[in-house]
């Protein structure tokens, strides 16, 4: 590739750097303006661009083309260029230069026009063969080599007797008459329709002849089909008529074809509102199953959907019509399901009312990789497979119903009921009748035949009692009871009724405190607390925040109809400082909020779009400094205070390892997490 430099970067060297960048190397672009237009196009070719091309003169130059018109500069050029390098004007290479891109120019036109040429010559469904005036084939298409059996690199540059022995091309030479619409047998004895046309130039010169044919057999099996076709529909109108479901067929491109008259009655569409229509124009409500059978060429069986101007429902079955292997169409059959909708709604309805009978979640909801999160899910997995009962213990919102579900649906019982019971949501007067049930006449407004209490319900499953250190005194001994001899006895009964009921209990009071008060009892609480689980608060567990925040997020989007794709982590730091005094319901809230709040164009949570997080652990201990106790403590109080200060004191001096400091301390890992949880005490701050 030939080494040139260009002196002048003006308009004509900048067309001639256009001419030359893609055929040669252009080592350098010089000119005396640093601004010239050429420079410019030089450096964005990655070419060396400068204002003296005495830098860049080199015996290593091929071509030196001169085009800033200045004659001193020519002859500086011409006495600086070494023995093999040629300067050139920049009118001569221009011209060169022009020349050469009129060739190039010519040969794509000749390439294109070739190239259309055998284009529409190969497209073509009719069989071409050209001769000239010796009989030679010169032309032989696609279509011919299907029809003929000859492929074009054999039949090119042969005599066209050679290849058609019965050609009748030869005598169109000597006629020069056009032969149309002329049967022929072909070697391979295929019959074919040709028409045969001398080909004459302007000078009425004969320079040979071409044929165009086609193979009769495609004709005759195209009117079969068609036949056939006729044949089909007169036997499916006899059939279709006489039915009393609904039935339309509609051809391979999906327009309507036929339709009998239960068709019209069921839909309100008329013949000339379907046919020749297309299988949509009956549909109000739902997907065209005659077009989704005509692209998968598979039935469709009991899907549900809306007909006709009264929309209609109905149910439809549609096959594929296949003759000879071939799509021609298809055939739906519409049943009226009006009344038996209706009735699987309602059937739907009532599934959802039983749905909430059930648990619906399962340990793969509860979100959580912490270490303080970890332990409770085990001790819950553990929970589920024995009929011990659990007390779930931790502050509002940190998801102690989540984990009462999970359990049920780990235990054998998950086939059976799980009842959930809001202690706090009961009035005192009606929680025993809610529980236990009543008979009939128990107390005024009793219904007849009394009725099951929640734990008959949930007999052979389980009871979720939320809130169970609000339950009153009385309540508390009839509960007692159940714990100890798995019966009940209703209000107002006396004959007691055994139940197999796995219980769940949840509190977010401290009930050793309530047992001091004399509000909760000392035996029940043993009895409930047979296997207790700390559920950790989220500020002792910050690093599950961006887990819990991704699973948020998705179900807010399905509420809110949003789809916003996560949180950045300026706003995930801004959460994570946050101590979160309603735990995670608090961050769902904090979420919602943000969500409502993002422009529809948005998809990601910054830190400016969540609401202001007054609270930190920084202004709560600020809050309790300045809380000084007006009068002396009672002693429990101070001595609850001395256990936390020695407990700080031990967790401090083993680096936070809870492990360790259970064993020095003398109590268990459980006991430990318990008085964690009781006095808000912080791993992580020690750590």
């Known amino acids: 590739m030939q080494k040139i430099m260009i002196v002048g970067a003006g308009k004509g060297g900048t067309a001639i750097l256009d001419i030359f960048k893609e055929t040669a190397e252009v080592l350098a672009v010089i000119d005396i303006n640093p601004e010239a237009a050429g420079l410019a196009v030089a450096r964005s070719a990655g070419i060396q661009t400068g204002t003296d091309w005495r ?88 279509s011919a080599e299907k029809i003929i059996g000859t492929r074009r690199i054999q039949a090119e540059g042969k005599h066209v007797l050679d290849i058609i022995p019965s050609s ?67 036997m499916l109108q006899a059939i279709i008529h006489s039915s009393d479901e609904a039935i339309s067929v509609v051809d391979e491109d999906g327009r309507g074809i036929m339709i009998n008259p239960a068709y019209t ?62 799509l021609k169409g298809s055939v739906g059959v519409i049943h009226d399901m009006s009344e038996i909708q209706n009735l699987n709604r309602e059937l739907t309805r009532a599934r959802q009312i039983i749905r ?61 009921k799980f009842i959930r019971v809001n202690c706090a949501a009961i009035s005192e007067s009606l929680l025993e009748s809610e529980l236990f049930g009543y008979e009939e006449g128990a107390f005024s407004g009793a219904k007849r035949g009394g009725k099951r209490g929640f734990f008959e319900e949930a007999n052979n499953g389980s009871i979720f009692l939320d809130e169970i250190g609000e339950i009153p005194a009385n309540t508390q001994a009839k509960l007692l009871r159940v714990l100890q001899e798995k019966e009940i006895v209703r209000v107002g009964g006396t004959k007691p009724i055994p139940i197999n009921v796995r219980v769940i209990a949840a509190t977010n009071m401290n009930l050793e405190k309530a047992i001091a008060n004399g509000s909760f009892r000392e035996d029940l609480y043993y009895r409930l607390n047979r296997m207790p689980i700390h559920i ?57 909020r943000a969500i409502i709040f993002l422009n529809y164009n948005e998809t990601v949570i910054e830190s400016k779009h969540l609401p202001e997080l007054q609270s930190s652990q920084e202004q709560n201990l600020k809050a309790d400094h300045d809380r000084q106790p007006i009068q002396a403590e009672p002693l429990s109080v101070q001595l609850e205070k001395y256990e936390a200060k020695v407990i700080r004191d031990m967790l401090q001096a083993v680096n936070g390892n809870k492990t360790a400091a259970a064993k020095a301390l003398g109590v268990s890992v459980r006991n430990l997490y318990y008085k964690l949880e009781k006095y808000g005490i912080e791993i992580n701050s020690m750590q």
């Open 265 to 326: 009655r069921i839909t309100g569409l008329k013949e000339e509102e379907v046919i020749g229509q297309p299988a949509t124009a009956d549909i109000s409500e739902g997907e065209s199953m005659h077009m989704k059978v005509l692209k998968t060429r598979r039935p469709v069986r009991g899907t549900a959907m809306r007909v006709g101007p009264n929309k209609k429902e109905v149910v439809v079955n549609v096959a594929p019509i296949i003759v000879d292997g071939k």
């Open 536 to 592: 950790p608060p989220l500020r002792r567990r910050k690093e599950d925040i961006p887990l819990l925040g991704e699973r948020l997020i998705r179900k807010i989007n399905q509420d809110y109809g949003r789809n916003v794709e996560g949180i950045s982590e300026e706003a995930i730091n801004e959460l994570m400082e946050y101590e979160w005094p309603g735990n995670v319901r608090e961050l769902e809230n904090v979420l919602g």
């Open 168 to 234: 009748k091309l030869p005598r169109v030479l000597n006629t020069r008459k056009v032969e149309s619409n002329r049967e022929l047998v072909l070697p391979n004895g295929s019959k074919i329709i040709t028409t045969r046309i001398p080909i004459i130039d302007e000078n009425d010169q004969l320079i040979g002849a071409f044929s165009v044919f086609k193979d009769i057999t495609e004709v005759v099996n195209l009117a079969e089909e068609i036949t056939n076709l006729k044949e089909i529909q007169t």
């Open 356 to 416: 909430t009978l059930e648990a619906k979640y399962s340990f793969e909801d509860i979100i959580g990789q912490s270490e303080e999160m970890m332990i409770p899910i085990e001790q819950a997995k553990l929970g589920a497979k024995t009929p011990a009962t659990v007390l779930l213990r931790g502050e509002s919102g940190t998801g102690k119903e989540l984990f009462a579900h999970a359990i049920h649906n780990a235990s054998d019982r998950k086939f059976n």
């Open 55 to 142: 830098e860049y003169m080199s015996n290593d130059l091929d071509i030196v083309i001169e085009v800033t018109g200045d004659e001193e500069v020519f002859r500086e050029l011409r006495d600086a260029r070494g023995k093999t390098t040629v300067l050139i004007p920049g009118s001569v290479a221009f011209l060169l230069a022009s020349l050469l891109e009129e060739k190039e120019g010519l040969i794509k036109t000749l390439r294109k026009v070739t190239y259309e040429h055998d284009l529409i010559f190969n497209s073509s469904g009719d069989g071409m063969v050209v001769i000239n005036t010796e009989g030679v084939i010169t032309l032989f298409n696609k």
